[in-house]
């Protein structure tokens, strides 16, 4: 099959391409390595798929670009990650999110229904959930307020999806991802940043009094989840949480953290952080079975994992 994977070059992306280029699959990637974190990492994840991947860089802010892309490639999926990530920066600058992450969207969902695209599948986020108070998050929950920028576009995806599928028949899943780590994370995120510090004997920022809950998800869960949304032939858009199903509070990671390196952390007590959630747990029942999405690793087992990955790079 040929796939087109936007923001094949990030974190997500770049595990999801491995997986789809071990299974045999011709992959076409998206990606504008922009600077939102080091480029050069990006381009090193790119480059550790091998010759397989054909790249296509550019933006997909610009309609002409993502025209051409689609059109020309003979796609039967795109699995759209490219995104704007990461909450605190979507409250300095959320013109940059809302241009990418819903005209950029709606940018790829109109050229796949031009160029007739079977399946388009989404990346989503827990940050969806917001103010949501009915713990564990299940896809049914209406959906309150969000809490950022951020979360907003990735609403706003969901729902120009859906727009697509009822008014195309276009095949649409959303799948909303639950923190997500593992090798390759992103430099902005908690785990790699918590790592980085503790390993180089600085003061890690800990926002908050450390009872603020996560649902971390390894990545190579969240992959077989992804692998499985492209099997799905149930209703044409439909959305599942990919999260691991237990929950972590921060004072709980930075343990980890520690236990895997061996080392103690130096923390910095911070004020809560405008736009974060307090909380986050994935009701994952629909996933199981709907898509045969069976996570397999608890933090306790990926945080080690993790480190180890961070080690044998530095
Ligand atoms: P990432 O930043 O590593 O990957 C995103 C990729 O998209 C990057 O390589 C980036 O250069 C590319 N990109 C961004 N803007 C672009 C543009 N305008 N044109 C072309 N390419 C562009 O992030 P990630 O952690 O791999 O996240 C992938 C997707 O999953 C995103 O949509 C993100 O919102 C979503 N998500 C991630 C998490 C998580 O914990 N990592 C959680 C929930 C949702």
């Known amino acids: 099959m040929k796939f087109l994977v936007t923001g094949g070059a990030g974190f997500i992306g770049s595990h999801v391409c491995k997986h789809l280029l071990t299974e045999g699959n011709a992959v076409t990637v998206i990606d504008d390595f922009n600077d939102f974190y080091d480029p050069a990492l990006k381009r090193a994840n790119l480059a550790s798929l091998g010759s397989g991947a054909n790249l296509r860089e550019g933006d997909i802010r610009d309609a002409a670009f993502v025209e051409d892309v689609v059109s020309s490639g003979g796609f039967d999926s795109i699995i759209h990650l490219a995104a704007r990530a990461g909450v605190r920066p979507s409250v300095t600058d959320p013109q940059l999110y809302i241009d990418t992450n819903i005209t950029g969207t709606h940018h790829l969902l109109a050229a796949a229904h031009r160029a007739g695209i079977g399946r388009f599948i989404f990346a989503s986020s827990s940050s969806v959930y917001g103010l949501s108070t009915v713990i564990p998050f299940s896809e049914t929950l209406p959906l309150p307020q969000t ?19 009822h008014l195309y028949g276009m095949r649409v899943v959303c799948l909303r991802f639950f923190t997500v780590y593992g090798p390759g994370q992103r430099p902005d995120l908690a785990i790699h940043k918590f790592t980085k510090s503790i390993h180089e004997g600085k003061s890690i920022p800990h926002f908050g009094d450390g009872s603020t809950r996560r649902d971390y998800t390894y990545i190579e869960d969240i992959v077989q989840g992804v692998a499985g949304a492209l099997h799905y032939e149930g209703p044409l858009f439909d959305i599942f949480n990919l999260g691991e199903n237990q929950t972590t509070t921060l004072t709980e990671l930075i343990r980890e953290i520690e236990s895997a390196l061996g080392m103690t952390a130096t923390i910095e007590r911070l004020p809560e952080q405008q736009g974060d959630m307090p909380l986050t747990a994935a009701d994952i029942s629909k996933a199981r079975r709907l898509l045969g999405y069976n996570p397999k690793t608890p933090i306790r087992a990926g945080i080690p994992k993790f480190v180890e990955w961070y080690l044998s790079r530095i």
């Open 147 to 165: 809490l950022s920028p951020y979360a907003a576009t990735k609403l706003a995806g969901e729902q120009l999806c859906g727009n697509y599928a």
